[in-house]
């Protein structure tokens, strides 16, 4: 198992990253967010032997939740001296601190991690792999870069527990609109994995219309008498996330329940 370096503590002069872009703040690195930042591709640079959470520490960054089509992944999107990193780890990943930058811009990936371990205040000896000299031995490349496809149905467990606890974290403002068009999004991404069967399933056990999508089965089934006017006051957002929530309990029951009992085929 490889042995964790421990960076030093922040800067006292040093803001949160997220407002580092104000004057005197101190902080070199400026945080955005991943809604903001993940549009172009991004290339893989290192692997530290540093825990997210101390990387997170040291450069005040707010480390956010998400996930792609291998899991869940805890990242921070933030630049440094012009350069964009992405920081991030993968749920079953061993320790340490993936790194990765934007595609575009400067290329040269020994200045880039420079920067970046200048910021951290280490050396190299913190540079498990790298893709330009350190640790090259292609038979010990990160679990990161060489995934293949696949997607652990674990990791829609930990959205799906994490997305009811934290609604606000993922969705700012917490509206009834917002929180489908997320959920929407989240099981467009991974296939269906997700919602896959939920309109068949409301139309059968809700009577509610087969030809809507199931956001508006659902308005139907919480309410029977027609859908408020808008703009819907915050007590009727509150009220239908909160019964979408519980029919998306149901139906995922309905879902365990339906593979328990299926026989097996093997």
Partial sequence: MTKMINLPDPE?????????????????????????????????LALLAVELDSVARRLRLTIEE??????AIR?????????????????????GTYVWVRRSGPVDPAERI????????????????????KGTDLSRVPAAWSRKGGRPVESHQRFWENFKKRTGMY????????????????DHACGGALLNGLREWLAETKQVGQNLVWSAQVVQALFPEGRPPEP????????AVAGLFALLEEFFEHLVSRHDTEPDTD
């Fill in 114 to 133: 420079a920067v970046l371990l200048a910021a951290l205040g280490v050396g190299s000896e913190a540079v498990l792999y790298s893709t330009w000299g």
């Fill in 66 to 71: 998400s996930w792609d089509g291998h899991g």
């Fill in 232 to 239: 819907w006051s915050e007590d009727e957002h509150r009220q």
């Fill in 12 to 44: 006292a002069a040093w803001a949160p990253a997220i407002s580092s872009s104000q004057v005197g703040a101190g902080n070199p690195a400026r945080q955005c967010s991943i809604f903001q930042a993940a549009t172009e591709p991004l290339i893989s």
């Fill in 171 to 186: 969705v700012g403002r917490i509206t009834y609109d917002g929180v489908t068009a997320y959920l929407n999004g989240y």
């Fill in 75 to 95: 990242t921070a999107f933030f630049t440094l001296d012009g350069t964009d990193f992405v920081v991030t780890h993968h749920e079953r990943d061993p320790s």
